[in-house]
Structures are given as structure tokens and as C-alpha cells.
């Protein structure tokens, strides 16, 4: 006796007359899903009690653009025909105002316009002339979006002209959607024929055991029936964190095991926090508009909040106040310092922790934040990333202890085996210090940079004790902790690639 | 941080060393300098400085000059003298105080050029001009064959139209006009002079033009080639400091190949008349404080010790008793503003590696911020409720927040540079993400639960910034048969776990299908919205199943409950 899954055995039942059917038949009769039948078809053909034959058929439809163009016809034949109405020659910013078109029609339809050979761009002196010889006669592309209008069709139907109005068309997005569907039809083949039979004759089994079974006593009476437990399942997925979110979540229960406590702050920031009370001057070439990221509207804010503050961060850069330095001797702007910015460093969040009235000395803190750089985004630059940044503020901090902060986080943090030390520059401490730890396989990482911060930066914001300035780069962690390459992944849109995340 | 292209055998002849040339080892030898070696190949070796402060090291003498010290080769200070008056002197015209008010100027004589040394001179001349000359905005540096110039000069200005000349590398006379519009650098550096009326212009006695600062040398007097030449350094600028330095380096280079250097006097006419010699090679004198030095690097380093190191770093040093050093700081040293710039030095000549790490003794007890304490209770929740979380760029595009969600007239907090048109402003919701995520996994298995916790900007006139941040969680489903009260039923679970009561109402909202949309409330506080997203939405990001989801504001639901 071949032992039949129940599935396997009411797609055999249903195709016992006529020998074949399709998956419509065979679904309207069975009342299965799709995908049961597929399952059971898929397992029976393996066995070669079954054949299964397909056929793909292409269906088209106009997409959200095709409709539009149906209405109003493509760009370049609005641009062509009013063109021609304005006498068949005209300047590129005539051009633009006649056609009425939107800018991005516009362009697109001189790209196509061009393509298509309707439109000739001549030099003359330094204009730049639009000239157009006659109404260019439909095209393939028009005629294919005439013909579909609101109808669903069939692409075999399709004239071999339309076919290539098609291939124009493709180029374009959402004009025309094409939609692949799959014809299937279940054939039983001899051995199959046979077979029902003997499937036919078989006793009933039973294969899902029930409360009413269970409850009436009846499921000892009955035979359940057996699983194949190697048969494929439908898949599903847990609900989880982002893996690289799940990584700096990590970090944080790290940090603050290590007894840091979290800042704050705001996402769009003062210069004056990111920028002046950490000592940079303000025509620093980090500030230029190539690195840093301004606010259009509102462009500035108020800082009356923190006159006191201003003031002496403004005597400190002019000439040095009282912080024993020389200060950067140039005349600092008040216009300069309330202008808004996109937070461009985690140390933004310390400035505003040392002017916080819930400051606690001695104290540690640390903060994971989102800051931007106006860079373009590639495989190795993004405009927006995450910084690990913090303090260490108390009495007798000295740089050796801003060392052991730095062994312990490479120890603890990244798993380094060895650390290696080198002087560094930060405009904003000094003594500065790179932090390069070494793993076993991975080599040499540069994964940290600290300092201690200035007189210049302390003084001013009311903090008389060392403050310890430190910061990890968590995304280079990250990605050779999982391997990618690509600084965009970190941010990946890839579902598929998040559910099968491991966790361990 | 700027990257130095120097000759490796010429770095080993000045520094009177040999170097190792496996790269690991040569940076441990520049960490000395701040310095990383990038690349070696045969002599080409590029050094990247990392220290944006130092300009003194963006050329290879200036490398070579700290690590002779380093090294033990040379110690103490590298004393530089102005031998003598060089005869030449310029006039300012008081019409440029408001245009390029400063100039400084000196003269190196028999100059031995070849091939390299220009090349390395250019090399210096462009880093500065670009870095610390704030791309010849702050300062930029002109060089030219003494030989050619007739003395006395001038520095003044004239209208764009009425000066011509030709300029360097050309062969036809323009005006200055013309070079600033057409000649590749008046493009680039065009706009600093540009606004103003008449523009800054250098000339000798007999009316020829040296060159328009700080476009373009002119090819006439402004070229520099091989052979033995008196140079004529000049530097333009509007930060008087930045200008006298950039003088100084460019003239210590040149005089660290063994030429000697004459001053120059400028006349300026501002307020009250004076004249200033340059190049200034003065000295600095800074009193240290041992203690400060031990209590900084957390040792107990003994005044002799404290002294050699110091002179390791190129400092000239006296003992005056007790805890005090006179620390005499080289001329080009124009960073040290602070003790600390010295003490940095000292830790750097003692090697960091040989500073013992030890951990803070202070006790403090880690902590999250209550807030993130809250956000992370929703990242829970969600997860538990089977939503896979995902993250998203918070810069986005009135297209993404706005026009693809059917909405019009809203506003978001936009950047005034942005660098694409896809990252223009601040997101001001989450939903269009989340909706941006799902239409690029269309081919992935349904059904598929998403959501984000995220920070979110929005105009605030009340605030000191203008704006406010808020953290927002959203949440969508799609399969074909999601609908509203599948949402609903994970927004009623996300609300009894996060222990709070909401009261949805009836509303509108053009994102969502009339009639399938409602506003969230908690406590009387509107903390966000639940629907049915518009079909409309879902054709214009090319989606073919049915989405519903919600967002809510934690920032007022944490205030709420």
C-alpha cells in the first residue's frame, strides 16, 4: 500500500475524471488553497504519479503614469504641438513656459523628444534654440497606450508594431505594468491512473485530532494518520529587534554596566553647542557648509537662556578669558553661534551634560546618538550614523586614566587582545589620544579617539575638575563584527536579510 | 586631515636618518608627528597628518624638523634669524581694508630649484591655501622670481575692466574681468573678490602687475623655475594672524634648505598709519608648571626628565627653581595657545605607550535615561506582537513625507544645503519610511509586520531652537488580508502592555481610507493615528496588497500615562 498524504489523495480523487484538469477546476472542486495544491502536486509528480504544465502568459495594464499620459499624451508630444502653435522655434526658457509642463515633464520630455528625432537644439551665439520642422507623426508608444486604455490585454494579442511601442515604453517607469501569470495544468500520468484505484478502496485516516475527539473518547477507535516529517512547511518569522539596533542596545547595557550614565539632547542644535563651546573656531573648516548640515527655516535660535555661557565662550575664543590661554584672537559672532545646525558630533551631548544642573561630579556618561555630514552617500559614506560619545568628570582624572577607559572599552567592548596608543588631534582636547585595538583574524582596528578636555572648553561652561572626552566608532564595529562591507547595509531595507539574522 | 606627498629619500636626508620603510613601522615613527604613513611606493610616500592645527607639518621639512628632535638627531630649539633687510618695501592702498586688508611679504635668496623642490613647494602652497588658508579666503600665497620685480611695491586696487594682463600658464592678456569669468581659477576663487567694486591687485614701480590675489599669478613676473633664484614670498588675507603665519611656513621651508631669509617692511594705511616688518620670527616664552605637567599625565616625572623631553620637542627649556620651567616655544608653533599644548608634548616624547592605563577610582552607577527606559518597553512590545523592527535615515524629502502620502501644504524643518535631492529635510513622521521599506520587499513573503521607534523634528516656536524633537513608533502590516481590525487589535494589545487606555475617534486623514482611519487619544492627549493606509498611497509606491498600521507620539504618551 503507498501511504498518500490527505492532500495528495484529493488532488488524485478530483483528477480521476478526465485524467487532468487546471488549477481553477481543481480548486473551485477542492475548495483548497493554492498553495496546498501546488504542495501536493509538487510531491506527487516526484513520485511520477502526476505531470504538471505550464504556460505563461504576459497581461498588461496601464500603470499610474500610462493613465495619465492617455489623458494628456506624453510630455514630448505636449511640448512638440505647442512648439509648433509658437511657430516652430523658440528658446529654452520659452520652450518651458509654452509647454506648460511641470520641471520634471519638461526635461523628460526633451530627453524623449530628442530620442524620438522631433526636436533639433541648435547654438546661436550663446542661446541655446529649441526647432521643431513639422507634428511628428503617432508613434508605437502612443498607438500601445491608445490601444490598452482601460483594459487588462493579453501580450501574445498584441500587434508586433504595439510590441515595440512596448519595448519604448518599458523604459519609462510605471506607464505600462506587466503582469506574468502562469497557467497550470495537473495531468495524471499511468502509474497515477492506477493508483486511484487502490486510494479509492483504502480505509479513511483520520489527520488532525480534534477537541471533539478528545473529548468524546473517540480518537482510541481511529487511526491518525501518519506524518511525513520531512515534508516542507510554510515559513514564518519572529518579531525582532534590527540587528545593528540590537548591537548598539548591546552597547549601551555595556556602558552602563560600566556605570556611564545616558545623555540627551536635541537632533537639531546650536552652533554655539556643537561647535563654539567645544572650542572650535568658528571659521574652522569642519563648520564650512561642505561638513556640516545648516537649518533653512528657522536658521537661528535663542540662546538668551544661556548668556552667562555665551559670554565666556566668546572672551575664551577672542583672547583666552580666564582659561590661561591664548585663545584664537579673532572677533567671534553672536549671529554665528545661534545659528541651527544638524548635530554633527557627540560630544554636542557633553557640552550640554556639563551645563546640566543634574550634573553629578564625579560622574560618567555616555550617549549613543545620530549625527549628519553632508557627504554623498556610497559603500563607505552616509549622511546620517551613530556616535558612542562620553564623559569622565572628577576630581584628580588624569590622561592615564583616560587610558584605562580606553583598554576597557577595547577589552570589554570590542574583545581586543592587545591596544595600541597614538597622539591624535581634536580641537577641543589635549592632550589627545587615537585608540587602535587589536583581535586575533580581524588585525588592527582604529576604533576610538579621547582626550582630555581643554581648559578653554571646561572653564567656560563652570567645570573647574578634569573632564575625560572619549568616542567610539560603533559603525566600523558593527560591520566587521558582522561582516558587511557596505555602510549602507546598516540601514538595510533587505526583510529577507533581517528575519534571518541570527542573534548569537 | 591633510595627506602630504613627500620623497621618502628626501625625508631621510633632512631628518639625517634612516627610516624603515615597512609602513606599520614608519607610522610608529611618525605617530611622533601625528602622522600616519597611507602609501609607499619606490620614493613616493603620502603621510597623512592628522592634526588640522599644525600646519607647520603639512611639508616635509616641517616633518623632518620634529623628528630629528624625536629622534635624538637634533635637539632643542631650531632657531631661525631674519638676516637682514631686503630693501623692498609695499605700500597698502586704505581702499582694501574692507576687500583683503592684509598682506606680509619675504624675500629667500639663491634659492637652489630643481624639479623636486618646486614640485614639493607647489604641493605646500596648495595645502595651505586650501586648509589653513580656508581656501584662499583666510590667506593665499603668492611666489614669484625676485629677479623680474622692480621695487618698491604696491598693493591696491583697480576696476575689473581696467587692468589687463596675461595670466600664469597663458599666453594672451586679459582683463581681470575676463580671468575671473573665464580662466578655470578665476571660477574657483572668483566669488571672494567678485562682490566688491574694484579689486585687490599687486604691482611693482613699473606697473606691471605681479598678480589679482588671490586668483592668479601673472605669467610675466609670477613663474618660478629651475636654477638658483631669489624668491619673493607674498601672502594676502583677511586674518592678519593666519596671514603672518602662512608667511612664516612657507619661508621656514624655504629656509630649511639651507637659503637665508630677508624681511620686507609693509606700510599700512588703517586708522592710525604704521609700518610692519615681515616675516615675524619671534620666539614665544611660556612659563610650565611641573606639577601641572604630573597632575595632567597622572605621573611623577622628575624636572630633568620633564627638560629633555622638552627639548626632544624642539623647545628651548630653563629650570628657574621649584616647580617652574621657561618654556621657549619655536615661532612656527602657532598652536600652542595652552600649557596643555606643551604638556601634550611632553606625554608624546615619553610615548603614550609607556603611560601605565589604569581605570577611574571613582564609583558611579550606570543608568539609561528614563525615556529610552520607555522607548525600549515599546521596541518590546512590538517585537513580542511578531513586528520585525527596522531602522531608517531620519533626513528624507517632501516627495517620501508628503506628496506620496496624498497629503498637501504640510511643512517639514529643511536643510539649506542639502547634498541630494533625496535627503532635503528632517522626517516629521515614520509612516513614509516604513512605507518606502515595504515597497522595496514586494517579493519577499507576506505577511509582513514592520515597525520603527525614531526621532522625528517639527517646528516648536516655543522652544530655544525653533523646533522640537519627537520620538515616534509606527507600525504597518501587509498581506492581502490586513485590515482594520488586525490593526486594531495589535494597537488595544501595545496598549494594555505599555499600561495606559486610548480612545480612538472618527477622523479624516488623506493617507488613509475614509472611514477606516481614527485618532488616538490618551488622557485627552491626541498621541497619534490608526488605519487603513489609501489605495492610492499604495499604487504610487508600487504596492499590491493592503496595509494598515499606526504611530503614536512617545514623547506625549510617556507624559500621559
Not at chain 1, 141 to 149: P, Q, T, V
Not at chain 1, 235 to 240: A, R, S
Not at chain 2, 64 to 87: D, I, M, P, Q, T
Request: aromatic share 8%; net charge negative; charged share 25%.
Amino acid at each position: 500500500m503507498v501511504e498518500l498524504h490527505h492532500l495528495e489523495r484529493k488532488l488524485l480523487l478530483i483528477l480521476k475524471d478526465g485524467n487532468e484538469a487546471d488549477l481553477e477546476t481543481i480548486q473551485r472542486r477542492t475548495g483548497l488553497p493554492e498553495a496546498s495544491i501546488s504542495r501536493a502536486s509538487l510531491w506527487l509528480s516526484s513520485k511520477n504519479y502526476l505531470e504538471v504544465r505550464e504556460k505563461e502568459e504576459v497581461f498588461l495594464q496601464l500603470g499610474s503614469e500610462g493613465r495619465r499620459f492617455l489623458e494628456e499624451g506624453l510630455p514630448e508630444r505636449r511640448l512638440i504641438k505647442r512648439l509648433i502653435e509658437a511657430g516652430g522655434k523658440s528658446s529654452i526658457e520659452e520652450a518651458k513656459r509654452l509647454s506648460r509642463l511641470s520641471e520634471e515633464d519638461f526635461n523628460v520630455a526633451i530627453g524623449w523628444a530628442r530620442k524620438k528625432g522631433w526636436l533639433h537644439i541648435k547654438k546661436e551665439g550663446n542661446r541655446t534654440l529649441f526647432i521643431v520642422q513639422k507634428e511628428p507623426e503617432e508613434g508605437f508608444d502612443e498607438l500601445l497606450i491608445a490601444s490598452l486604455g482601460e483594459q487588462t490585454r493579453s501580450l501574445r494579442e498584441l500587434s508586433s508594431l504595439l510590441v515595440k511601442g512596448l519595448t519604448e515604453l518599458s523604459t519609462r517607469p510605471n506607464v505600462v505594468h506587466q503582469k506574468r501569470e502562469v497557467e497550470r495544468r495537473y495531468i495524471l500520468s499511468e502509474e497515477g491512473l492506477k493508483l486511484i484505484d487502490e486510494v479509492k478502496n483504502a480505509p479513511q485516516e483520520l489527520s488532525q485530532l480534534t477537541p471533539e475527539l478528545i473529548k468524546s473518547g473517540q480518537w482510541r477507535k481511529l487511526k491518525l494518520r501518519k506524518y511525513n516529517i520531512q515534508a516542507p512547511v510554510e515559513n514564518v518569522w519572529p518579531g525582532k529587534k534590527q540587528a545593528y539596533k540590537r548591537f548598539l542596545d548591546d552597547l549601551k547595557w555595556k556602558l552602563v554596566a560600566l556605570g556611564f550614565r545616558e545623555m540627551e539632547g536635541p537632533l537639531v542644535e546650536f552652533a554655539f553647542f556643537n561647535c563654539d563651546a567645544l572650542f572650535m573656531p568658528q571659521d574652522h573648516p569642519a563648520r564650512e557648509i561642505h561638513d556640516i548640515y545648516y537649518i533653512k527655516q528657522p536658521s537661528s535660535g535663542d540662546l538668551s537662556a544661556h548668556s552667562t555661557l555665551v559670554n565666556n565662550v566668546k572672551a575664551t575664543h577672542e583672547g583666552g578669558w580666564k582659561t590661561g590661554s591664548s585663545g584664537w584672537g579673532y572677533k567671534f559672532s553672536l549671529e554665528e553661534t545661534r545659528r541651527l545646525i544638524l548635530r554633527s558630533q557627540g560630544t554636542a551631548l557633553s557640552a550640554r551634560m556639563l551645563v546640566d544642573k543634574e550634573l553629578e561630579i564625579p560622574g560618567k556618561y555616555y550617549s549613543l546618538s545620530r549625527c549628519y555630514r553632508p557627504d554623498v552617500v556610497d559603500r563607505t559614506h552616509l549622511t546620517e550614523f551613530n556616535q558612542a560619545e562620553g564623559i569622565v568628570i572628577g576630581e584628580g582624572l588624569t590622561f592615564r586614566d583616560l587610558l584605562g577607559i580606553l583598554e576597557m572599552f577595547a577589552t570589554e567592548i570590542a574583545g581586543a587582545e592587545k591596544v595600541k596608543f597614538r597622539p591624535d588631534y581634536f580641537p577641543f582636547t589635549e592632550p589627545s589620544v587615537e585608540l587602535s585595538a587589536y583581535k586575533e583574524g580581524a588585525g588592527w582596528l582604529e576604533f576610538g579617539g579621547a582626550g582630555m578636555f581643554r581648559q578653554e572648553v571646561t572653564l567656560p561652561l563652570g567645570i573647574e575638575v578634569p573632564v575625560i572626552a572619549w568616542g567610539l566608532g560603533v559603525d566600523r564595529l558593527f560591520m566587521m563584527k558582522t561582516g558587511i562591507n557596505d555602510i549602507r547595509e546598516l540601514f538595510t531595507q533587505d526583510l529577507e536579510w533581517l528575519r534571518k539574522q541570527r542573534l548569537t | 586631515m591633510p595627506v602630504i606627498e613627500v620623497l621618502f629619500n628626501d625625508l631621510q636626508r633632512l631628518v639625517k636618518a634612516d627610516l624603515p620603510r615597512n609602513l606599520a613601522e614608519l607610522t610608529d615613527i611618525l605617530s611622533y608627528v601625528k602622522g600616519e604613513a597611507v602609501s609607499l611606493e619606490e620614493d613616493a610616500l603620502s603621510i597623512e597628518i592628522k592634526d588640522g592645527n599644525r600646519p607647520d607639518l603639512w611639508c616635509v621639512e616641517g616633518i623632518a624638523r620634529e623628528l630629528k628632535g624625536a629622534l635624538g638627531v637634533e635637539e632643542g630649539l631650531r632657531e631661525y634669524v631674519v638676516k637682514g633687510f631686503s630693501g623692498i618695501s609695499m605700500e597698502v592702498d586704505p581702499r582694501l581694508e574692507n576687500i583683503r586688508p592684509f598682506i606680509g611679504c619675504a624675500v629667500v635668496k639663491e634659492v637652489h630649484l630643481t624639479s623636486e623642490v618646486i614640485r614639493e613647494l607647489m604641493h605646500l602652497q596648495d595645502k595651505l591655501d586650501q586648509t589653513y588658508g580656508r581656501r584662499r579666503r583666510r590667506a593665499s600665497i603668492g611666489l614669484y622670481n625676485l629677479g623680474l620685480i622692480t621695487p618698491p611695491l604696491q598693493f591696491d586696487v583697480a576696476k575689473p575692466e581696467d587692468v589687463s594682463f596675461v595670466p600664469l600658464g597663458g599666453e594672451v592678456e586679459m582683463t581681470l574681468r575676463e580671468i575671473v569669468e573665464s580662466h578655470p581659477k578665476g571660477i574657483e576663487y572668483g566669488h571672494l573678490v567678485k562682490k566688491h567694486e574694484r579689486w585687490p591687485i599687486l604691482r611693482d614701480s613699473k606697473e606691471k602687475v605681479l598678480s589679482i590675489p588671490p586668483i592668479i599669478n601673472s605669467n610675466n613676473l609670477g613663474k618660478i623655475s629651475e636654477g638658483e633664484e631669489d624668491i619673493f614670498v607674498e601672502v594676502t588675507g583677511t586674518d592678519y594672524r593666519t596671514v603672518l603665519n602662512t608667511l612664516k611656513i612657507v619661508t621656514l621651508s624655504l629656509a630649511d634648505r639651507g637659503e637665508e631669509i630677508f624681511s620686507t617692511q609693509v606700510r599700512y594705511p588703517y586708522g592710525e598709519e604704521r609700518v610692519v616688518s615681515t616675516p615675524n620670527l619671534s620666539v614665544k616664552e611660556v612659563r610650565l608648571d611641573l606639577n601641572y605637567v604630573n597632575q595632567i599625565l597622572g605621573l611623577s616625572l622628575k624636572v630633568d626628565m620633564v627638560l629633555k623631553l622638552l627639548k626632544r620637542a624642539r623647545y628651548n627649556v630653563k629650570w628657574s627653581g621649584g616647580s617652574s620651567i621657561e618654556v621657549t616655544v619655536p615661532c612656527y608653533r602657532m598652536d600652542v595657545m595652552h600649557q596643555l599644548d606643551i604638556i601634550e608634548d611632553v606625554a608624546i616624547m615619553y610615548g603614550y605607550n609607556n603611560l601605565k592605563p589604569r581605570w577611574p577610582q571613582q564609583i558611579t552607577f550606570g543608568k539609561i535615561s528614563d525615556f529610552e527606559a520607555f522607548s525600549d518597553a515599546t521596541r518590546e512590545v512590538m517585537t513580542g506582537l511578531g513586528f520585525q523592527e527596522t531602522l531608517s535615515f531620519s533626513l528624507s524629502n517632501d516627495e517620501q513625507l508628503f506628496r506620496k502620502m496624498n497629503l498637501k501644504g504640510e511643512k517639514a524643518v529643511e536643510l539649506l544645503n542639502p547634498t541630494s535631492l533625496r535627503f532635503t529635510c528632517l522626517q516629521s513622521w515614520l509612516i513614509p519610511s516604513l512605507m518606502d521599506f515595504l515597497s522595496k520587499n514586494t517579493h519577499v513573503e507576506y505577511p509582513q509586520r514592520i515597525f520603527e521607534v525614531g526621532d522625528c523634528v517639527v517646528p516648536d516656536e516655543a522652544s530655544e531652537t525653533g523646533v522640537q524633537n519627537i520620538r515616534k513608533l509606527a507600525c504597518l502590516i501587509t498581506h492581502s488580508n490586513s485590515n482594520f481590525s488586525e490593526i486594531k487589535a495589535s494597537l488595544n494589545a501595545f496598549s494594555i502592555n505599555m499600561g495606559f487606555k486610548h480612545q480612538l475617534f472618527e477622523s479624516t486623514h488623506k493617507s488613509f481610507i475614509e472611514g477606516r482611519v481614527g485618532t488616538i487619544f490618551v488622557q485627552k492627549k491626541q498621541v497619534g493615528i490608526i488605519g487603513e493606509i489609501n489605495p492610492l498611497i499604495l499604487e504610487m509606491w508600487g504596492l499590491e496588497n493592503p496595509v494598515t498600521g499606526f504611530e503614536v507620539n512617545l514623547s506625549t504618551l510617556m507624559n500621559a500615562t
